[in-house]
């Protein structure tokens, strides 16, 4: 409920400080005292958009501070859902600067808009002509037959469901996409992979085969060297091993006849050690030399395949082409593989569509037992309400298809007159007869759930004495379950608060302001007087008023 509203620098109203009480409050004034500025100055702190027209003073900011007792609406969940903090006495506050710039704070927080808008339609509902709008709308509709048919539950499981069942939607949906872009590719890629799987990279060394090929291809020439250089080191008069050894001998005898020759002769042995060395791995080399024309093709060929998918793949080495073997399997797998993902996907979405259709079936089922209640309550509250002969005929119609709440097409139609075909309530209703059906329909929905803060503005222009009081009655009796504030000219409606306040303006060196007092016993007496007879009342309007209080 709204426990306090403080308004400073807005519009005409330059200081305001009031407190409200649970049960119905009226409020009365003059046309043109200010009711409509209360009405947008509340709607400030409601997340409606400002500028710097609406600041009084232009040298001072405009602060509009609403404070609510949330305790019995189990809003905790919705700020935690908004990153709020959650006080039972939550207070709301906007500031407009002179520069136009707002500022909105919950609980001293700041916050953005659309955080404001997603708390404050639980707390407060300001229902007005342009809101009698929303009675034509069917998403509205749907609102409130399913609070009689107690549909809540179900629904937010059913729309749970449905976010998931479109999101898995879109995900074969992607699958199927991809399958055709990978086989448009797959027979290339494979054709691919099979051409580096023929090759065995994985046991190629590139530069061990460049040297047999080398090797093979040289062989006549490496034969022809290498049979010089053995007759070099070998030959028996004039090799060089021959000559070495006696160059050896001679420096051995030299040391032992002086020191001085000792270090020469063990760096000629060491070179003669090493030319043996030389000459028996040439005579290995010599002997395991074979000419092989047939190894040397197939080495050719070889070389010449991994070189030319080098080159098709843009890589010069064996493990680049190893990573491009590895892309293409994933890619091959990835296209024998969609099939089964598509599969198991389809499974899950028909599995999760039995679940719908089950929540589906289920919600239309209650609607269809809801609606004749909701038709007999409205018919019984619009006829008190002086639309006699009105009568509501709700129609659901099944569809083939999910929609936001079910699978129903609805139809909300309306006959004002005995006779006269139904039709459509936006094409049939008066802006007064709609009016008094959408007072009707929150009476109704407030048996079933826990409505927000109602605030009436004028909702009662155009009727007559008899109707207003059937309205002041229905108010009244919603005010038990809620706190429930109305604006309204006329006194039946007036008489029917737990409290009164009254706008009004005073004009004072040259400057206009708004006010609101609450009204004592005897004050209310001379407002509800005044909304009979107007300011020069009689005797018989204040006993009528005060009949009408008590």
């Not at 050894?245 to 051995?252: A, E, I, P, T, Y």
């Not at 070179?271 to 000459?279: E, G, N, P």
């Not at 797998?333 to 089964?340: E, G, L, T, W």
Request: charge should be negative; glycine fraction near 4%.
């Amino acid at each position: 409920m709204l426990k306090n509203l403080s308004i400073k620098n807005y519009a005409l109203i330059e200081d305001l400080n009031v407190d409200f009480n649970n049960g119905l409050t009226i409020i009365t004034g003059e046309t043109g005292a200010g009711k409509s500025i209360l009405i947008n100055a509340l709607s400030l702190v409601l997340g409606k958009r400002s500028d710097s027209s609406s600041i009084n003073n232009l040298n001072k900011k405009c602060i509009v501070e609403a404070t609510f007792d949330l305790a019995n609406y189990n809003l905790k969940k919705i700020f935690s859902e908004n990153n709020l903090d959650y006080d039972t006495d939550t207070i709301i506050r906007r500031e407009i600067l002179p520069s136009g710039k707002s500022r909105a704070f919950v609980n001293d927080s700041p916050v953005v808009l659309n955080q404001l808008t997603a708390i404050s339609k639980y707390i407060i509902d300001i229902h007005s002509q342009h809101q009698n709008l929303d009675l034509v709308n069917v998403d509205f509709q749907f609102d409130v037959i399913d609070s009689v048919a107690n549909n809540s539950k179900i629904l937010r499981e059913y729309k749970l469901k449905l976010f998931e069942y479109k999101t898995l939607l879109a995900q074969l949906s992607s699958l199927k996409h991809t399958k055709s872009e990978l086989s448009k590719a797959f027979d290339y890629n494979n054709h691919l992979l099979e051409e580096i799987n023929g090759l065995n990279i994985s046991n190629i060394n590139l530069n061990d085969l460049e040297n047999s090929h080398k090797d093979l291809s040289n062989f006549e020439d490496i034969k022809i060297d290498l049979n010089h250089s053995i007759s070099l080191l070998n030959n028996n008069e004039y090799g060089i091993i021959s000559l070495v050894n006696n160059l050896k001998n001679s420096l051995k005898k030299l040391s032992t006849k002086s020191n001085t020759f000792l270090s020469l002769y063990d760096r000629i042995n060491s070179i003669y050690i090493d030319l043996d060395d030389v000459s028996s791995d040439l005579e290995k080399h010599n002997d395991n030399l074979t000419n092989n024309p047939r190894k040397l093709s197939e080495i050719s060929d070889l070389l010449s395949n991994v070189n030319n998918v080098l080159r098709k793949h843009s890589v010069d080495n064996i493990e680049d082409l190893i990573e491009v073997q590895l892309d293409l399997i994933n890619k091959v797998s990835k296209s024998n593989n969609i099939d089964s993902e598509i599969s198991l996907l389809s499974l899950k979405i028909s599995k999760l569509k039995i679940v719908l259709l089950d929540l589906a079936k289920t919600l239309s089922f209650n609607r269809l037992n809801a609606i004749p209640k909701l038709v007999i309550s409205l018919q019984e509250i619009v006829n008190d309400l002086g639309m006699k002969s009105a009568e509501f005929l709700i129609e659901i119609n099944s569809q083939d298809k999910f929609l936001s709440n079910g699978f129903d097409n609805l139809e909300f139609k309306f006959s004002a007159n005995k006779g006269s075909d139904f039709k459509l309530l936006k094409q049939s209703a008066s802006g007064g007869e709609i009016s008094r059906i959408m007072l009707a329909i929150k009476s109704i929905i407030a048996n079933y759930r826990k409505l927000p803060t109602l605030m009436f503005d004028e909702i009662d222009t155009g009727v007559s004495g008899e109707i207003s009081n059937k309205i002041g009655v229905i108010m009244k009796e919603m005010s038990s379950r809620m706190q429930i504030f109305t604006i309204t000219h006329l006194p039946q409606i007036a008489a029917k608060g737990e409290s009164h306040f009254k706008v009004y303006k005073t004009e004072l060196d040259n400057s206009t302001t708004t006010n609101l007092i609450k009204l004592n016993n005897q004050d209310r007496i001379v407002e509800i007087a005044k909304m009979l007879e107007g300011d020069n009342i009689s005797s018989s309007a204040v006993a009528h008023a005060k009949q009408l209080l008590n």
